[in-house]
Structures are given as C-alpha cells and as structure tokens.
C-alpha cells in the first residue's frame, strides 16, 4: 500500500530533503569527512566549523548527491549541530544512531534529538538506514578527527 | 509444464511455427513460477527485476531437489553407483548448456558465476604473462604496450579483472567511449583498436542501456588485428537464441540465476584450442593427471579450470533451466521482450521529467529499460515502487563509469522476462508517472 510510505516519506523529511539546511562550503572547517554508499553511489562531505578558541559548533555544512532521506537527514543534523559542544553533538550522534539500529522498536527521545525523531519510520526500512546514517557518520568522523 | 501453444512444428527448439508469446501464454508460464504470486505491501508483486536475477520455476527447483534426493555424490571422483549417477547428470548438464549456446562440451567450464569466469579468463592470461602454461601459453602472454580494450558501458564485473590484468602486466587499458546516451558503434571501436590490441572486451547486451553490441562487426576488427574476443553474454544467452561459434567469439561468460537457474552457476565458454593453452587460474583437487612433490600436469579442459568441489546440482538444475528456455523458445522470448520494451518506452515517453537512457525507440534493444526522474533520487523512485509492489532495480547497476559519463549518479531499471504481463508493465508506468507529484516535483 502507497499509505506505508508515509511511516517512512513524512512530510518533514520531504521538506528537509527540498531545504538543505547547511547545504554549500565552508572556508575553514576545523574538520572535513567524505563518506559514500557504494550501494547506490550517494556521495555527502560534511565539514564542521567551531567557534573560534572553543569546542562549540559554529556551523555544520555539507554538499553531495544522494536521495531524499540521505539530503533531509545532512539538513535535520546541520539544523541541530550549530550551538552544541562537540560532546554534545556526539551524544545526539549515538542517540541517532540507536534509533536507526533499532527497526523501530527505539521512538527516539525528541527532548535529544529534536526534529531527527522523523527519522524513525526510516529505520524500519533496512536498505534505507545507511542513507539516513551518511551524514551522521561523517560528523562524527569529524568529531574524531577535533578530540 | 502450461507454456503449450499451437504448434504445427517440432515444439522445442523455438521453430517459427510456434505462436508468438502472448499474455495468456505468459499466465499459464507463470503457474510455474510460485514467487511470482507473492504479496508485496499489501500489493501483487510485479517482479520487474529478472536483469539483476531471475526467478526460478518449479521444475528447475525439482530437477535440484531430485538429484539431491536420489543421486547426489562428489563428481570425477570415486567408483560407487551414486558417484557414478551424479558424474553423467553433471555432464550431461554440461552437454544441454553446451548444445544451447553452440558449443561443445569442453568448451563449457563451470564456474560460480559470470563474474567468476571473466576473473578465470584475467588471471589466466596474467599466469601465461608470468610464464605459466609452457610454450602453448606464449600466445596469450602480455608485455607492457600490449592494449586491452573494453567499453565504457562494461559492468564491473568485465572492467576490472581486466584493469587488475593491466596493473600486473604493464598492459594499457583502453576503452570505447560511448555516446550521450550510452551506446557506441564499430566505429567508435574501430578508433580504438590497434595493432597494439591483444583483447577486447565487452558485454553482449548492456545490463543499463538494454544496447546490443555489433558483434560481428567487433569481432571481425579484433581478430582482423589478432587480438582476442571476450564476450559478456550474460544478458544475451537468457534472452535471445545465441551461437557462439557463429558469433566466432573466443571467451564467452554468463550467470545461471540470470536464465531462471540457481546462483552459484556460471559457465565460461572458450574455444577448445585456446582452453587447452590457458594456464589454470585455479589449482588443487581433480585438475590434475599427476601430481609429485615439486610440480603437477593439468588435465585437458574443462577439467583445468574446475578445481575442488563442483556446484553438482546447481548444474543439474541449470540444465533444466536451459530445457524450460528451450521449450517455450528463445525467439519467441526475444520477441515478447521486445514488445514489452516498446510498450515501457511508450508509456515513460509520455511521462514529464523522465530521461530513459540507451538507444531511441525503434532502435535494437532488449527488454530493459533504464531511466533517470528529474529532480528524484532513484533510492526514492524505488521505494515509491516497492510501496506498489513493483520491483526494480535502483542504483548504478555495476556500471559506474557509464553512469558518470551519462552525467548521472544512479538510475532505476526495469527489466522483463518471458513471465512479464503487460499488465505489469502498464502498472510501472503509471506508477512512475506518480513519482514527481508524490516528491513535489510537479
């Protein structure tokens, strides 16, 4: 039934995936990740930019190809990524990634993860999890390459 | 089996007398096919997948599941009665797939897949490079300067066994660019092929752009400046009738899942004469005539090339897959996907936003349809499909450098077998023609 794709197309994801928050380049990312799904050739870098002298994210951009939830994922995390302490973003990372593990059994704590809990229809679909997870895994490669 | 249809002539075989493959031909094909009366989310399955891998019928499942049941034993090995039974249904497997691509036994060499037999065909040219193979072998040897070519369009499968060939023998890779919208002619090739060419390489039909390559006209310009012919043939042998000896190609592959047999089967086709030279790719157990502590002789092929244990029943049932082919007919099967190609084509020509790859309509094409949605992402066309029921394939397809050259990340396929209704492929179309609006792009 087309009425299944809701749980996994809301109509915030297919905003976001229009929006692209964050979407461009970054003149001095204190870090930069490129990650891929060689499943469907989806291509995301996402760069990371601190306040100056401080862990605290100024801004995280991104730019690349990929489908309507791998774009509206990068966009949701950009929106959520500016303001946090480093460590902060790593916590909302693991919660992320808990909930797209979980085949729907995790709803996700929007207190956490705020408009990312969209993305829990999208867990329930396996081959669509690593699209939703792309960004995430960049940022938080990020993440490693600033500790 | 339910595929019988008026006939004045010799059933098997696909003579002309039989009537073409119509829809109630198809539904009586289709009780064969117990997967093809799944439920997909709540809606009939429409398997628009077969170019990725096919679904198998009943009586293929039963030939597998007798053997197992009555006869199943290690082949060329061993004098008991089932080892005996489960050596002559092995081969005789190997005589129905021979007979139905025109070849003979011994040109027919199992192996796990396509991809498998096109690697035993690199490696055994990089041994013979290396000095394996003893004087016989000398004629496939390559030094740097020596030119493989193969296309723009190859799946990945006929582009870097030839690549890693390439970086072990100084050999340079070249290819035959493609047009903007992925096909290419002789004389593209013919740009590229020098008296420096020692191979070329290229698919049969192209598993994006549903292409079908001049054959006859490449083979005449490699051979012409001596240089070998390797055919990918797995999306021609499952659908049209195919000779090897008359394409005149020297190493042919394809894949058993893709001809409505299991996976874990392929076949590579060499010319004897060449098979015979070819160093082994693989060693070990029953490729061998003796073996000392120092060194070993190889038996003569196909045996060279099948070291250890063999997919026994695979074979059997692949064999069966080739008897089902052959009763309904491969030119009866070209035909039907040729009309459901048209009527695809048709349908997504109406459909704003839609960019089908491969040759314009009315030019040769196999029952494939490739295509890109503007302003969607294939990922998403597919899941809106699979909402549907309908099963494509969505992605690069193996073909990366092809779909970088047609400008193009991924793009969505749909592919067609002799169990294919129109209905469908009336279901796909106006299912894609929903895409744009459901991700407002229209």
């Known amino acids: 039934m087309v009425d299944s794709l809701e749980g996994l197309y809301q109509q915030h994801i297919l905003d976001h995936s229009k929006l692209r928050h964050g979407y461009g380049h970054a003149e001095n990312p204190a870090a930069e990740r490129f990650e891929r799904n060689p499943t469907c050739g989806d291509e995301l870098t996402v760069q990371l930019v601190l306040e100056p002298g401080s862990d605290r994210v100024a801004a995280l951009t991104w730019h690349g190809a990929g489908c309507s939830i791998s774009q509206a994922s990068a966009s949701v995390l950009s929106e959520l990524a500016a303001g946090l302490t480093t460590a902060e973003l790593g916590e909302k990372i693991d919660a992320f990634r808990a909930m797209m593990r979980s085949r729907g059994g995790d709803e996700g704590d929007e207190a956490i993860l705020g408009d990312a809990v969209v993305f829990q229809g999208v867990s329930k679909y396996v081959m669509r999890v690593k699209c939703a997870m792309l960004a995430w895994v960049a940022a938080e490669g990020c993440l490693k390459d600033v500790a | ?442």
């Open chain 2, 1 to 442: 089996m339910s595929l019988t249809a008026p006939s004045t002539d010799d059933p098997r075989g696909g003579k002309p007398a039989l009537a073409p493959l119509d829809d109630e031909h198809v539904r009586g094909i289709r009780e064969d096919f117990p997967a093809l009366a799944e439920t997909v989310n709540g809606e009939p399955l429409s398997y628009l997948d077969s170019a990725a891998t096919t679904q198998r019928p009943r009586q293929v499942l039963d030939a597998e599941r007798d053997f197992l049941l009555h006869s199943n034993a290690a082949v060329h090995r061993g004098a008991h009665t089932l080892a005996g039974l489960a050596t002559e249904a092995f081969e005789d497997a190997r005589a129905t797939v021979a007979e139905f691509v025109g070849a003979s036994a011994e040109e027919i060499v199992w192996t796990s897949g396509a991809t498998d037999a096109l690697n035993l065909v690199a490696y055994g040219i990089a041994n013979a490079s290396h000095g394996r193979g003893g004087p016989a072998a000398r004629r496939f040897a390559l030094v740097p300067g020596d030119e493989i070519v193969v296309t723009e369009a190859e799946h990945h499968a006929n582009l870097i066994p030839w690549q890693e060939l390439a970086a072990t023998t100084g050999a340079v890779l070249r290819s035959v660019p493609v047009d903007d919208v992925g096909v290419f002619d002789a004389d593209a090739a013919a740009a590229v092929i020098t008296d420096r060419t020692r191979i070329l390489a290229f698919a049969h039909v192209s598993n994006v752009t549903g292409f079908v390559a001049p054959v006859a006209q490449l083979v005449e310009l490699a051979h012409d400046r001596g240089a070998l012919v390797v055919l990918d043939a797995c999306q021609s042998v499952p659908h049209r009738a195919i000779d090897l000896h008359e394409l005149g190609v020297d190493f042919a592959a394809f894949s058993g899942h893709k001809l409505l047999g299991p996976t874990g089967i392929g076949v590579l086709y060499g010319r004897a004469e060449l098979l015979n030279a070819l160093p082994p790719f693989r060693t070990g157990g029953s490729m061998i005539e003796t073996v000392t502590m120092t060194g070993a002789d190889f038996m003569p092929a196909p045996q060279r090339f099948e070291a250890g244990t063999q997919p026994v029943s695979q074979a059997v049932a692949l064999a069966e897959a080739v008897r089902y082919l052959q009763s309904v007919g491969l030119d009866r099967v070209e035909a039907r996907e040729e009309l459901l190609a048209e009527r695809m084509l048709r349908g997504l020509a109406e459909i704003p936003g839609i960019r089908v790859v491969g040759p314009p309509p009315g030019a040769p094409r196999a029952g494939l349809v490739s295509f890109d949605t503007a302003g969607v992402h294939a990922h998403d066309v597919g899941q809106f499909l699979d909402a549907r029921g309908i099963a494509v394939r969505v992605g690069h397809h193996c073909a990366q450098p092809l779909h970088r050259r047609l400008g193009l990340t991924a793009t969505t396929r749909a592919s067609a077998y002799l169990y294919t209704t129109t209905e469908e492929v009336d279901r796909f179309v106006e299912a894609v023609g929903l895409v744009r609006g459901y991700f407002g792009e229209a």
